[in-house]
């Protein structure tokens, strides 16, 4: 399915997303962002069928941020309202992102930029191309971090760190990324796709009532008290074991054998 700078394929119970408009690195635009959302809206339609998504860059980038080149040159970037864009049109997007209802692989083949880091942050599991690298790049063009940077940074590797990428605006290297715990798993080159898609298939055959609330449980983890969370386990707990899932998962253990989820 060819949409805006997006395109979006069904492999069997797996929905892959790329970004794609190479000319600029897969940079993005609102056109894109109206590809991607239109992307969602199919992986909506089809919520029942798709038990994972994969999303990832096509070409030799992941995402290299924001699309600059559009822009009037005459238009002077302080009297534009960069707030209001993030608001109207990055932020619904990066939220739908967070309240996916299945696992989410983020496959980062090339470099992963400003915003373009951001969503490759959004993974449940993050992979990685030996030759990607991340950059917060935002300080090289006299802005702050955005689409959650500043959120999901400090989380996943610490302020320290964090603040580094972010002041400095140094390039982040895949390997130097994994030992940082940034991202889970760091690939060769031309192996990435076939093992992301090995992990995808494994997800999607999976327990998938469950994994959509294990992602929950994670996402909302740093904002709630211990109190609150252990609360979230419960309710989620509670409809985990109503499920047809769970009785197969018991009795595949019970009876020594591979279990086979369906989803219900």
């Given at each position: 399915m060819?949409?805006?700078?997006?395109?979006l394929?069904?492999?069997s119970?797996?929905?892959?997303?790329?970004?794609?408009?190479?000319?600029?690195?897969?940079?993005i635009?609102?056109d894109?962002?109206q590809?991607l959302?239109?992307?969602?809206?199919a992986?909506?339609?089809?919520r029942a069928?798709?038990?994972?998504m994969?999303?990832?860059g096509?070409?030799?980038?992941?995402?290299?941020?924001a699309?600059?080149?559009g822009r009037?040159?005459?238009d002077?970037p302080?009297r534009?309202?960069?707030g209001a864009?993030?608001?109207t049109?990055?932020?619904?997007?990066?939220?739908?992102?967070?309240?996916?209802?299945?696992?989410?692989?983020?496959?980062v083949?090339?470099?992963?930029v400003?915003?373009?880091?951001?969503?490759a942050l959004?993974?449940?599991?993050?992979?990685?191309?030996?030759?990607?690298?991340f950059?917060q790049?935002?300080r090289r063009?006299?802005l702050?971090?955005?689409c959650?940077?500043?959120?999901?940074?400090?989380?996943?590797?610490?302020?320290?760190?964090?603040?580094?990428?972010?002041?400095?605006?140094e390039?982040l290297p895949a390997?130097t990324?994994?030992?940082?715990?940034?991202?889970?798993?760091?690939y060769?080159?031309t192996?990435?796709?076939?093992?992301a898609m090995?992990?995808a298939?494994?997800?999607?055959n999976?327990?998938t009532i469950?994994?959509?609330?294990?992602?929950?449980?994670?996402?909302?983890s740093?904002?709630?008290?211990?109190?609150?969370?252990?609360?979230?386990?419960r309710?989620?707990?509670q409809?985990a074991?109503i499920?047809e899932?769970f009785?197969?998962g018991?009795?595949?253990?019970?009876e020594?054998?591979?279990?086979?989820?369906?989803?219900?």
């Open positions: 060819q949409l805006k700078h997006v395109t394929e069904f492999d119970s797996v929905a892959v997303m790329r970004l794609d408009h190479q000319e600029v690195m897969n940079a635009s609102i894109m962002l590809g959302n239109d992307a969602l809206d992986v909506d339609d089809r069928e798709v038990r994972c994969v999303m990832t096509a070409g030799r980038a992941f995402c290299t941020g699309n600059l080149q009037n040159n005459t002077k302080v534009r309202n960069t864009t993030l608001e049109a990055f932020h619904p997007l990066l939220r739908r992102l967070r309240h996916l209802h299945c696992p989410l692989l983020t496959v083949n090339g470099p992963a400003g915003g373009g880091m951001s969503f959004m993974g449940d599991l993050v992979l990685a191309a030996k030759s990607a690298y950059l790049a935002f063009i006299g702050v971090p955005d959650g940077s500043t959120w999901l940074l400090p989380r996943l590797i610490g302020r320290a760190r964090a603040i580094e990428l972010s002041l400095l605006g390039r390997e990324a994994l030992a940082w715990g940034l991202v889970n798993r760091v060769e080159d192996e990435l796709m076939d093992e090995k992990l298939h494994d997800l999607a999976g327990p469950a994994l959509s609330m294990i992602r929950k449980l994670y996402w909302d740093p904002e709630n008290s211990f109190e609150e969370q252990v609360d979230l386990e309710q989620c707990q409809r074991g499920a899932d009785r197969e018991v009795a595949a253990f019970l020594k054998r591979p279990a086979k989820f369906t989803g219900r």
